[in-house]
């Protein structure tokens, strides 16, 4: 079972920013929390993923609270190509894991 | 050049059929995976291997069987298809650890009639 809960849907506005929220309230101290999206009919796709510090890439940042419990994925400047599935995940240690998806949030952004 | 190919994309076939999905990744990756995504959109891990060793098998149905002649490629054959192995199936890949993450194929729709 996912180890996270998320909001069911959202929407944004063309050009403003996306906060996507994640409660992982068990999380464990050496595990990492993983985000990636679905854009209809293609495969998962990876965005970015951390521990404890808050992170940023080409796609996106990663908020992550200072107890862990939560997190936040932040899009700065949503595009109409962006509306997808947004799967918040949480990723065990033990040999033998998999990521274990949810139901995700499904972002939609329209103009 | 692809990262994660998938062949067939798409694949129709006939109830008690046997077939087979292909896999084949050129990143250098050490762990593939299989996944099925069903109607209702969930993902769900079937398989995994690393380094042509199986180290994940959850509740599949014996009929579904991996193969990973080299750590390059992951096949699927599925025997005796039945109505509810429709699905998408994805095959994804990744480094050993956990600071890395998957690269996932386009995915194969199967469509058993």
């Known amino acids: 079972d996912a180890k996270t809960t998320q909001p069911t849907s959202m929407d944004c506005a063309e050009g403003r920013a996306a906060n996507l929220p994640c409660n992982h309230s068990t999380i464990s101290g050496n595990e990492y929390v993983y985000w990636y999206r679905q854009i209809h009919s293609q495969g998962p796709q990876y965005i970015i993923h951390g521990l404890k510090n808050n992170e940023t890439n080409e796609m996106a940042s990663l908020i992550i609270t200072e107890d862990r419990k939560s997190s936040t994925l932040i899009l700065p400047h949503a595009t109409l190509r962006d509306t997808a599935v947004y799967y918040c995940?949480?990723?065990?240690?033990?040999?033998?894991?998999?990521?274990?998806f949810g139901k995700g949030t499904t972002l939609s952004v329209s103009s | 050049d692809t990262a994660v190919s998938q062949t067939p994309k798409y694949l129709v076939t006939q109830m008690g059929n046997d077939k087979s999905i292909k896999c084949e990744q050129n990143l250098g990756h050490d762990t593939m995976y299989w996944y099925k995504q069903d109607s209702k959109k969930f993902l769900k891990i079937m398989f995994s291997y690393n380094n042509k060793e199986l180290i994940i098998n959850e509740t599949v149905p014996n009929r579904f069987s991996p193969k990973s002649p080299d750590k390059a490629h992951l096949n699927l054959h599925i025997n005796s298809l039945e109505l509810g192995d429709s699905a998408v199936y994805f095959c994804?890949?990744?480094?050993?650890?956990?600071?890395?993450?998957?690269?996932f194929g386009s995915g194969t729709r199967l469509t058993v009639v």
């Open positions: 995940i949480v990723r065990a240690t033990q040999a033998g894991t998999a990521l274990i």
């Open positions: 994804a890949s990744s480094h050993n650890g956990l600071n890395y993450g998957y690269t």
